[in-house]
């Protein structure tokens, strides 16, 4: 099992800035990929940016050159520091981690909420 603990949602204006914080404890496997999906309202969860452990990211469209995803290895954290918001961001946004295409776990999820 692995439990995942998410911080740092809120509201934010439009052109704002929110960073998002999660820590995996449990049985975490040396090779995976933390990352971040968000969830809007009546649409399905989508991802936004993942990392592997070694540190290689991988963006959606919407947020490249806006958002940036980091991680602490040897704390078994991720971040998302998200610059530039928009209205279209607002959504529930949740960490995953990811192993050995079997290992599958969410976080409980943040609201991030940018108004125009």
């Known amino acids: 099992q692995v439990q995942l603990v998410e911080s740092g949602g809120g509201l934010v204006q439009a052109g704002g800035s929110l960073r998002l914080s999660c820590a995996a404890s449990?049985?975490?496997?040396?090779?995976?990929?933390l990352g971040w999906y968000a969830q809007a309202p009546g649409k399905q969860r989508e991802l936004v940016a993942t990392m592997t452990v070694g540190g290689t990211p991988n963006y959606a469209y919407s947020a490249q050159g806006r958002f940036t995803i980091s991680r602490d290895n040897a704390k078994n954290t991720v971040a998302l520091q998200m610059n530039n918001l928009r209205p279209e961001d607002t959504a529930v946004y949740y960490c995953?981690?990811?192993?050995?295409?079997?290992?599958?776990?969410w976080g409980q999820g943040t609201q991030v909420t940018v108004s125009s």
């Open positions: 995953n981690y990811k192993s050995g295409g079997l290992y599958d776990y």
């Open positions: 449990g049985n975490i496997f040396k090779i995976n990929t």
